[in-house]
Every structure is written in C-alpha cells, then in structure tokens.
C-alpha cells in the first residue's frame, strides 16, 4: 500500500516542477532557428523534434491534471516510471514527431504553440491541489506524485535539448539533484558520489557512454545500466 505524505512535502514537489519547467520553456525560448536544426540527445531527433514531443508532453500534463480518480493510488512518483527498452526509432510515435515537428514549416510558429500549451500547463500545475487523486496510463496517483515524477522527465529533456548547445543553460541544480534521487531510487542503488548530478543522469540512463574509470566506479551498478524510462 502506497503511503500518503503531507501537503508540504507535496508543495515542494509541486515548486520543483514550476521550476524544472520554467527553465525548459526559457531554454526553448532561447533557441535560434539555427538551434531547431541541431540534433538533440534524443537519437534520430533534432531539437525541434524534441521541442514538438513537449508539446505533446504538455498536453498529457493538461489532460491528466482534469482526469480525476476515486480509486487508491496504484503508483507514486518513483513507480510511475517503467524500465524499458532503448528506443530503435520503430515507435509509430517516434516516427511521427519528426513529421509533425516538420508541418510547422517555420521554428517561430513550434515556438508559438510550445509556449502557448507549455504556459497553460505550468499554470494548471501550479493550481492544481497536490493532494488531489488524477489517473494516467491507467494508474492512479497524487497530483503532487504525478508533477513530481515530470521532474524527471523536464530535467532530462532539458539535458537532450542542450546535448549539442554547450552554450545554453543548463537545467537548475535542485531539479538535478532531485532527478538523480528519483532515478536512484528506480535503480535501488546509489550512484557514485565522484558522479555529479549530471553525469549520474546521462550515464544512468543511456544518454553517454561511461568512462572507464566511470565503469570501475559503478562496481555492479555498471552491469545494469541504462535505465531506460517510459
């Protein structure tokens, strides 16, 4: 049985999604048409491809927020994620981004949408009653559980939109560490504490090959990784 937690730890998880989200919307409203064209850290995607994903990212966390559940929760936030396999660019889905991303024509018009749907969702999150029962991919959860688990999610996209930009900010130091607690827990383990945040989050999950010094570091750890989430 899943045990419910205070509203003011909820309220935090709550804060930590506004803020992992503001930064990815900043970032993205920082990309140059030159950017769009850039390859992501998402293999076979360029960075507006990801940009158009999260919009469609966006649009679950809208339709979620309004999809309320009576039942007891089935997930939390460390549970919601599944370990899957890496991608190979079969997906029907994967496939379609780059199409849909490709119908805008000009990067100003993805821009547009992302920040009309990217601004919607940050301000339902924010109103949203963290306590509060939604269901998604037929699972019940929390609202906060729910917003707490899409740290995850903006921290590594924030990652994969700036694989190929070493210029462009990277995602706050809080939400990075708060993604390496949630992806240590779906491990069970720790990460090396020679790891920063980063490195732990990229190498964890498949997004960079480990050292080998980073491999002799990981002990049994290396034999498991990536984590891949879905």
Do not use: N
């Not at 390859?39 to 966006?58: E, K, N, T």
């Not at 009653?129 to 995850?152: C, I």
């Amino acid at each position: 049985m899943l045990v419910p937690r205070c509203g003011t730890a909820y309220r935090a998880e709550v804060d930590l999604f506004s803020r992992s989200w503001t930064a990815l919307r900043t970032a993205v409203g920082e990309l140059t048409d030159q950017d769009m064209e850039r390859p992501s850290g998402c293999a076979g995607w360029l960075v507006r491809d990801l940009v158009c994903h999260l919009i469609i990212d966006a649009q679950d966390v809208l339709i979620t927020l309004v999809t309320p559940a009576d039942g007891e929760p089935t997930v939390d936030a460390t549970t919601y994620w599944e370990l899957v396999e890496p991608p190979t660019g079969d997906d029907p889905l994967d496939a379609l981004i780059p199409r849909l991303a490709a119908a805008y024509g000009e990067p100003r018009l993805l821009k547009f949408h992302f920040d009309d749907v990217g601004s919607a969702a940050g301000r339902a999150a924010e109103l949203a009653d963290p306590e509060v029962r939604v269901s998604t991919r037929d699972e019940v959860l929390t609202v906060g559980d729910y917003l707490s688990a899409y740290v995850m999610e903006w921290t590594l996209h924030h990652l994969d939109l700036i694989a190929h930009l070493p210029s462009a900010a990277e995602p706050p130091a809080e939400t990075l560490a708060a993604a390496r607690g949630s992806l240590e827990k779906i491990a069970g383990a720790p990460f090396p504490v020679s790891f920063s945040d980063k490195d732990t989050l990229l190498v964890g999950t498949g997004r960079r090959r480990p050292t080998d010094a980073e491999v002799t570091a990981l002990g049994e750890l290396a034999a498991r990784i990536p984590f891949v989430l879905g």
